[in-house]
C-alpha cells in the first residue's frame, strides 16, 4: 500500500472525480444546450412552438432576444427566445430544417428581416 495511484497520490480520486463529471453531466447538458439554441435560432414566422411553460402558440415575429407568439386570435404575447420548449412540426422536411446544423446563420438573417418586413406590412 505504499505506492501511490498514478504517482498523484491523494489528488488521484478528486481528478476522477472531475473528469468523470465532465463526461457524465456537464458535455451532454452542454451538447443538448446547443441543440436547443440552433432550433431556436431557426425559428420562422408561422412556426408553432411551445413554450416551457407549456403555452402553445404560432411565432408572429422575431427579435433579436423575443419572440411574439400568437396564442390566439389576435392576441400576441411577447415570450424570451430561451423559453422556447420546443417546434411543432408537420412535415418531416421542416423537422430536417430545424435540425440540421448548417441552415442556422444562413436562416437566421432571413427570420430577422421577414420579421421586420411582417411588422412595416401591419402598420
Known amino acids: ?7 498523484l497520490g491523494g489528488a488521484a480520486p478528486v481528478i476522477l472525480m472531475v473528469i468523470l463529471f465532465y463526461v457524465l ?14 432550433m431556436v435560432s431557426k425559428l ?6 411551445v413554450t ?11 427579435k433579436e432576444a423575443t419572440i411574439m407568439l400568437e396564442v390566439a386570435e389576435g392576441v400576441v404575447i411577447e415570450v424570451a ?3 422556447i ?5 408537420s412535415s418531416e422536411e ?9 441552415a442556422a446563420k444562413e436562416n437566421g438573417d432571413a427570420v430577422e428581416d421577414t420579421a ?3 411588422t412595416k406590412d401591419k402598420e
Do not use: H, N, W
Not at 407549456?54 to 408572429?60: K, P, S, T
Not at 421542416?94 to 448548417?102: P, V
Open 1 to 7: 500500500m505504499g505506492e501511490d495511484f498514478f504517482g
Open 25 to 38: 453531466l456537464y458535455r451532454p447538458q452542454k451538447k443538448q444546450q446547443e441543440k436547443q439554441q440552433d
Open 44 to 49: 420562422k414566422r408561422g412556426t408553432r412552438v
Open 52 to 62: 416551457r411553460g407549456g403555452i402553445y402558440g404560432r411565432v408572429d415575429m422575431v
Open 81 to 83: 427566445k430561451s423559453m
Open 85 to 89: 420548449a420546443t417546434a411543432i412540426v
Open 94 to 102: 421542416e423537422r430536417k430544417e430545424l435540425m440540421s446544423g448548417t
Open 116 to 118: 421586420v418586413q411582417d
